[in-house]
């Protein structure tokens, strides 16, 4: 083998979206040496397309309390979130908004100059009380504002950069100490070891499992299938968010932020559905409420259109003035991909995957933890993960809009905190074994020149895969539906074990990534449906047709899937640090 090229950093951190440009500024501003490695080019990573904002309770518009806002996350998580992580996000809310402002975010603001916030779904003063107006928005572009101003604060703190760079697997020794990742340049094919003290995966989420939906198209949980690899449990995959509004048949989202501009659903006999299923909070009830309301609709035969398979978001009430400075990029989407103007008609919406619950499991400091029978977890010294690749949980079994924003940029932050921390008393790099390159290089060269090229193409089992999770892990499930799509799903591993791909040109090497994309969504096809089947009751977006209701005694625990021990389970941490436990209670809005 030609000797591969390395180099040496104090810490390596895999993506490039807000989590890891969060904590590369950090890294890079305390004299850290800092790779970011991203598979497209930093600005593109999919924390650009988030569109209505960012919550954090400023009280801006309405009163508002960080307390308030940790209740609605633990009542909106369905009491499955971890209640010390939700504390401290929450409280870390503020800070988190006025770091990104003198970043030089361009929040919207009032006419006092404020930063503006809009409601959104799952938000209440005083526990439960009246609508919080609780996210800061810029306009519908949040994320691409975010994005941009954290990509430019690193190119002046001098973080290093591999842009179009692809990271195969972690190098992992003996001993259980990552030692950073074996990655390859996608333009020439070329690898390179990245020998790191420290490493973050800050990779993203797994959208790309369903074929209607929100993500782009490199959501394809690379992080969670590296974690499992190296033999790290993935933690509540069954809670995948069918966000309600997605524009039907095609999957581009209309974000939560038009229902907080006073936008509502109706259904095919123009009632407004909503009231009917969450009298008090009707359109900005939680995402997983909205969702089921949406498809019931639908299955009870009161859909829009002529085959009554989408309801309306009606939008044109609210004037062309609001929509034109609230929702532009909406209102762009809409006249682009529909050729219908949201202010002057309704818009065709059906729920569509849009978020990864679930991930590597970690604790407050951003650390991976691993369980360890009979004692408190263990956290793998050196590993960190941040983003919607990592599991805190902050979002438990439903995400509240505007907490992801949020939760990339807390636990970006607080990871890097820790890593400085972490790289003051390492201060030499391991040395590291041939073994562990080589075990990832077998990978990467599967899908090389050298490779099997008779077997089934990659493009027909990601198609097949898409379509099985579509039928088999959607927003209503049921036993015999799980059942038969976990054989489908394990059958599809064994297939793809075989698959080849016929393109092995150097340039840009899109069949390898493509491969390689399909093996790690794969990964989590099998963690999501296997976790899904085991769990035997409803809670967030978790919801089974077969066992309707939640069931605190026998499920207040969180999943863990690996591939060497299947399924297992831990207990939530159910204590905060500094106020009272919210015990679970029946979650109406
Ligand atoms: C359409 C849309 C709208 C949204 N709107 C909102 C909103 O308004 N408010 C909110 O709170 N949340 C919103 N979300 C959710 C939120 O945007 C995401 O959860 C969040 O931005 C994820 O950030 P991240 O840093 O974890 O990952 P990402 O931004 O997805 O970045 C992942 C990074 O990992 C890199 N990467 C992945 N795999 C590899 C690999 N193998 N090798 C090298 N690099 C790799 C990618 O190149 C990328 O740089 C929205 C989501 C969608 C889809």
Not at 81 to 97: L, S
Not at 357 to 386: C, F, H, S, W
Request: charged letters at 25%.
């Amino acid at each position: 083998m030609a000797a591969i090229q390395r180099r040496k950093f104090d810490t390596l951190i895999i993506g490039a979206g807000g989590g890891g440009l969060r904590a590369a500024l950090k890294l890079s501003d305390a004299d850290a040496s800092v790779a970011v490695v991203s598979k497209v080019f930093p600005t593109r990573s999919h924390t650009v397309a988030a569109q209505g904002g960012m919550n954090a309770a400023l009280g801006n518009v309405l009163p508002d309390n960080w307390h308030w806002h940790m209740f609605d996350t633990i009542k909106g998580s369905d009491y499955l979130g971890d209640q010390d992580a939700i504390e401290y996000m929450c409280r870390a809310a503020p800070k988190a908004v006025y770091e990104l402002e003198h970043f030089g975010v361009p929040f919207s603001r009032l006419d006092n100059g404020n930063i503006y916030q809009r409601p959104f779904g799952g938000q209440s003063q005083n526990f439960g009380g009246d609508q919080a107006a609780r996210t800061c928005a810029a306009a519908d572009r949040t994320g691409h504002a975010i994005l941009h101003s954290l990509y430019q604060q690193n190119i002046r703190a001098k973080t290093h950069f591999f842009d179009e760079y692809f990271s195969v697997d972690l190098l992992k020794d003996d001993e259980g100490h990552v030692l950073g990742a074996l990655v390859f340049n996608i333009q020439d094919g070329k690898p390179i070891i990245i020998e790191a003290k420290t490493t973050l995966l800050a990779t993203g989420g797994a959208g790309q499992l369903y074929k209607t939906t929100t993500n782009a198209l490199i959501n394809t949980g690379d992080g969670l299938g590296m974690a499992l690899r190296a033999g790290i449990p993935l933690q509540d995959m069954e809670f995948f968010q069918f966000h309600p509004t997605g524009i039907a048949g095609r999957g581009m989202l209309i974000t939560e932020g038009a229902r907080g501009e006073g936008g509502y659903l109706v259904n095919g006999e123009g009632e407004r559905m909503m009231e009917r299923y969450a009298p008090k909070a009707k359109d900005l009830a939680s995402r997983d409420v909205v969702s089921r309301a949406i498809a019931t609709e639908i299955r009870e035969g009161r859909g829009c259109g002529v085959n009554k398979d989408h309801v309306m978001l009606k939008l044109d009430h609210l004037g062309e003035e609001v929509i034109q400075m609230r929702l532009p990029g909406i209102r762009q989407t809409c006249m682009t991909f529909l050729g219908i103007d949201p202010a002057e008609a309704p818009i065709p919406v059906f729920p569509t995957a849009h978020y990864t619950m679930g991930g590597i499991p970690t604790n407050r400091n951003g650390q991976v933890v691993m369980p360890v029978k009979d004692t408190p977890e263990e956290a793998i010294e050196g590993l960190y993960a941040a983003g919607e690749c990592a599991c805190v949980s902050v979002h438990g079994a439903n995400r509240l809009g505007g907490n992801s924003l949020l939760d990339i940029l807390v636990f970006g932050r607080a990871a890097a905190n820790h890593i400085i921390g972490y790289l003051a008393e390492n201060r030499y790099h391991r040395s590291m074994d041939e073994s562990c390159v080589e075990k990832a290089m077998q990978r990467f060269e599967r899908w090389g020149k050298n490779s099997n090229k008779t077997g089934e193409p990659v493009s027909v089992l990601r198609d097949e895969l898409k379509k099985v999770m579509e039928e088999h892990c959607g927003v209503f499930r049921n036993e015999e539906v799980l059942k038969e799509g976990v054989q489908k799903i394990e059958q599809l591993a064994e297939r793809m074990k075989e698959a080849s791909i016929t393109d092995h040109s150097d340039i840009f090497n899109t069949a390898r990534v493509e491969a390689l994309e399909l093996e790690n969504l794969m990964a989590c096809g099998l963690a999501t449906m296997h976790s899904a089947y085991a769990r035997t009751e409803s809670r967030g977006a978790h919801s089974r047709i077969d066992y309707p209701e939640r069931d605190d005694i026998n499920w207040m625990r969180h999943t863990l899937y690996s591939f060497e021990n299947g399924l297992d389970y831990k207990p939530v941490r159910t204590k905060p640090v500094s106020v009272d436990s919210f015990p679970p209670r029946p979650r109406v809005y």
